[in-house]
């Protein structure tokens, strides 16, 4: 269902350019296969393929006006990205927060679709079985997470990390804290019950119709909101790769895309590829999404 090489990421980027057009119309409906959004988010969040060529892609086909909103997202993710990186110690507070918060069975329970609500049950195992879930369904999921099953954010935000193919950093941190009304202090996002039923494909509205109720009447829980994040720079040094130096590369996780940089032109003497192996064993990534 995901493309894992920069070739696949690319044909899917073509196969989607016809249905940006009516992205903004269909993109918030949740649809078994997901045929109304791009499904490229694990291949853009490892930087398989650019924002920058995916945007390009679509306003190359489509006026800007009629693909605005698909573009719009794609910058969310940048802003994502960005906010994070000027504030590191918010990624550094939210892993010393799941050291002290520890292991739940309540936690165990939802991974193994094991709660009894249809809706969450069936979300938590697509997301197991899938690495991936739509965006409509990750915000209902970690509201009832936070709001209705009043768990910690932070085990809901390290349980989507662990299994989605996109689980990034930023995105997900800053999702989940929007939810909790911690990202836009005192600002909430509560699932209701009729937002459920408009955009549930009408098979999972009926089958998954046990464990509406859930989202009848939601409370919001007010969290303490911390302190403002500082921002902090970093100074890099410019450039400085002579054609006479031995040189190699390093590729690690975070961007793959080295064809598309000034790095793309330069020969190597040695190309070394690795992983965040402490955080992938940290998170306890699954097989599915260490291949
Ligand atoms: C609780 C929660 C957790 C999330 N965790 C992640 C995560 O770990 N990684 C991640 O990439 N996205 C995350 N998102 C954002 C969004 O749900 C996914 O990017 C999107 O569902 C991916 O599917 P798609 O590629 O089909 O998206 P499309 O709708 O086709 O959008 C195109 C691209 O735009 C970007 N994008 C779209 N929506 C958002 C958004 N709201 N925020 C940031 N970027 C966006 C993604 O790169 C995506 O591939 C999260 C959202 C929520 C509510």
Request: proline share 6%; charged share 25%; net charge neutral.
């Amino acid at each position: 269902m995901f493309p894992s090489s920069r070739a696949a990421a690319l044909a899917k980027l073509e196969r989607f350019i016809p249905v940006a057009e009516d992205y903004a119309r269909d993109r918030n409906h949740v649809i078994p296969g997901h045929p109304s959004v791009s499904r490229l988010s694990p291949a853009i969040r490892h930087r398989l393929i650019t924002e920058e060529e995916v945007v390009s892609a679509v306003v190359r086909v489509h006026a800007f006006s009629r693909v605005e909103k698909f573009i719009q997202e794609v910058y969310w993710r940048r802003y994502c990205k960005s906010w994070l990186s000027l504030r590191p110690e918010v990624w550094s507070d939210f892993l010393r927060d799941l050291d002290a918060i520890g292991e739940n069975p309540a936690v165990r329970r939802i991974e193994e679709s094991q709660t009894g609500n249809r809706v969450i049950d069936h979300f938590a195992n697509e997301l197991v079985t899938t690495g991936y879930l739509h965006n409509h369904a990750r915000m209902w999921f970690a509201a009832w997470w936070v709001h209705e099953a009043r768990l910690p954010w932070q085990s809901g935000a390290a349980f989507f990390f662990r299994h989605l193919l996109d689980g990034d950093p930023a995105s997900n941190t800053l999702s989940w804290r929007w939810v909790a009304g911690l990202q836009t202090p005192g600002k909430t996002y509560l699932a209701r019950r009729g937002n459920l039923e408009k955009y549930l494909a009408p098979e999972l509205r009926d089958s998954l119709s046990d464990g509406l109720a859930a989202f009848e009447n939601p409370q919001a829980l007010e969290l303490q909101t911390c302190a403002k994040p500082h921002v902090t720079r970093k100074e890099f040094p410019p450039d400085s790769l002579s054609p006479s130096m031995v040189t190699g590369l390093w590729i690690h996780e975070e961007d793959l895309a080295v064809e598309t940089s000034p790095l793309g032109q330069q020969t190597f003497a040695a190309i070394v590829v690795t992983v965040d192996a402490e955080s992938w064993n940290r998170h306890q990534f699954p097989s599915t999404k260490r291949q």
